[in-house]
Nanobody, 115 residues
Framework: QVQLVESGGGLVQPGGSLRLSCAAS????????MDWYRQAPGKQRELVAR???????DYADSVKGRFTIFTNNAKNPVFLQMNSLKPEDTAVYYC?????????WGQGTQVTVSS
């Protein structure tokens, strides 16, 4: 069993920065993808950023150039550095991980961008 715990959310002014962290426990070898999703009120959950097992990354168009997903050699934890935040980035952010074909979710952390 794999458990994921996010941290680092909070309230930030427009233009500010936050770094989210996702710590995994359990057996995480053979990780295929490490992801950050977000879900705003009344909207579907959307993929924000992804690291594929080979190390390549992918981003939603709305966050390219502002957000960076990264990890270490142990693939744990996974971070999401968020810069130049906008009010439309307000959402609950979830980390996710595909381990040996099974997908695990964290509980989510709230990010609010407001003046």
């Amino acid at each position: 069993q794999v458990q994921l715990v996010e941290s680092g959310g909070g309230l930030v002014q427009p233009g500010g920065s936050l770094r989210l962290s996702c710590a995994a426990s359990g057996i995480i070898f053979s990780t295929n993808t490490m992801d950050w999703y977000r879900q705003a009120p009344g909207k579907q959950r959307e993929l924000v950023a992804r690291i594929i097992s080979g190390g390549s990354t992918d981003y939603a168009d709305s966050v390219k150039g502002r957000f960076t997903i990264f990890t270490n050699n142990a693939k744990n934890p996974v971070f999401l550095q968020m810069n130049s935040l906008k009010p439309e980035d307000t959402a609950v952010y979830y980390c996710g991980r595909d381990v040996r074909g099974r997908y695990y979710w964290g509980q989510g952390t709230q990010v609010t961008v407001s003046s």
